[in-house]
Nanobody
Framework: QVQLVESGGGFVQAGGSLRLSCAASGSIFSTNVMGWYRQTPGKQRELVATITAGGSGNYADSVKGRFTISRDNAKNTVYLQMDSLKPEDTAVYSC?????????????????WGQGTQVTVSS
């Protein structure tokens, strides 16, 4: 199928910035929607931002104006630029990709998740 590898998490003070990256790899595939979700202990995973292959972005209200999602289709990579970070942004951020891959003579749909990367924002 398609594998996702994330990078860029870490520790930052409130008001700071971090940039997450997620690269998709596989044999023959095409990604449609890529995005970022986050989860904290005891809470359900929530959408942060998604972006289509055409570049249309969608954001959670809590991050609008602070986070920017982008993608490089040639590199099958999606980025999340996080600015003006707040302590409540602390979470494990996971990359998601949906699309199709070529397998045994036909295109098949896939949904893949990255392993997650920790983002910690101190007050």
């Amino acid at each position: 199928q398609v594998q996702l590898v994330e990078s860029g998490g870490g520790f930052v003070q409130a008001g700071g910035s971090l940039r997450l990256s997620c690269a998709a790899s596989g044999s023959i595939f095409s990604t449609n929607v890529m995005g970022w979700y986050r989860q904290t202990p005891g809470k359900q995973r929530e959408l942060v931002a998604t972006i289509t292959a055409g570049g249309s972005g969608n954001y959670a209200d809590s991050v609008k104006g602070r986070f920017t999602i982008s993608r490089d289709n040639a590199k099958n990579t999606v980025y999340l630029q996080m600015d003006s970070l707040k302590p409540e942004d602390t979470a494990v951020y996971s990359c998601n990709a949906q699309g199709t891959y070529w397998y045994t003579g036909s295109w098949r749909a896939f949904t893949s998740w990255g392993q997650g990367t920790q983002v910690t924002v101190s007050s």
